[in-house]
């Protein structure tokens, strides 16, 4: 089994939209998933829930039935359903949220997202890889240098997302090998925006109160899952 590490909390909001659900799906296959719901609509943290929850509930029941990428392409569309039948019962026009999932089966790490929560992997102390955002920022940056007026105005804006529409947003997947001891780091925007990722992949388990108590005085919302690539 894999040292899994989690943890949320509100921040200076008055309400914690971040939602974090994790399973065994067997002796050697595992999925997280961290949503953060969108601010400004309708119900973010029952969107997150319903996402997270759903795409949980889809692995558990359709593990070794297709392939760990289909899994993944599957997941998310049940889930996009289950949040536009969320959507219908509770008469809400616009209800969403950003999502990272992670799937490992055996050797082999199936990452998938949509917004700009981040999923990043750490080898022997060091960065080797993390997604890419789906923001209004990242897609400017390509373009001109920002400036910090820019970054402040659009900094909350997404460019992909789960909102229970019928034409759910195209997510990206990447398979990576993993090595015992890998650490996986699945946050919201409230961690890596504020905080060091690398100080949560590579904190000593028994030192990581003190960075916590230092995470409630986040602006945002702020979540986490650490993941530990079972030796």
Not at 15 to 27: F, G, P, V
Not at 107 to 119: H, K, P, V
Not at 137 to 153: G, M, P, T
Not at 155 to 177: C, H, N, Q, W, Y
Request: charged share 25%.
């Amino acid at each position: 089994m894999n040292n899994v590490i989690e943890y949320t909390n509100k921040g200076s909001r008055e309400e914690n939209q971040d939602y974090l659900s994790w399973s065994s799906l067997s002796d050697r296959s595992s999925i997280y998933v961290l949503a953060d719901g969108m601010g400004g609509y309708n119900y973010g943290d029952v969107a997150a829930k319903i996402v997270a929850e759903s795409i949980i509930e889809f692995s558990v029941q359709n593990l070794g039935k297709c392939t760990p990428v289909e899994l993944l392409k599957e997941s998310l569309s049940y889930a996009n359903d289950c949040l536009m039948l969320k959507k219908m019962a509770l008469s809400v026009k616009q209800m969403g949220c950003v999502i990272v999932v992670l799937l490992i089966q055996d050797e082999d790490a199936y990452l998938t997202w949509l917004g700009d929560s981040r999923i990043y992997m750490f080898r022997d102390g060091l960065e080797v890889f993390r997604t890419t955002d789906h923001s209004v920022v990242n897609e400017l940056s390509k373009i001109k240098a920002l400036s910090v007026e820019d970054i402040e105005r659009y900094s909350a804006i997404v460019t992909k997302s789960i909102m229970g529409v019928e034409s759910l947003d195209a997510a990206p997947i990447r398979k990576v090998k993993t090595e015992p001891n890998d650490v996986f780091i699945l946050c919201s925007d409230g961690l890596h925006k504020e905080f060091s990722v690398s100080s949560v992949a590579n904190c000593p388990q028994d030192a990581l109160g003190e960075l916590k108590r230092s995470a409630l005085q986040a602006n945002d919302n702020l979540s986490f899952i650490r993941i530990q690539v079972e030796s």
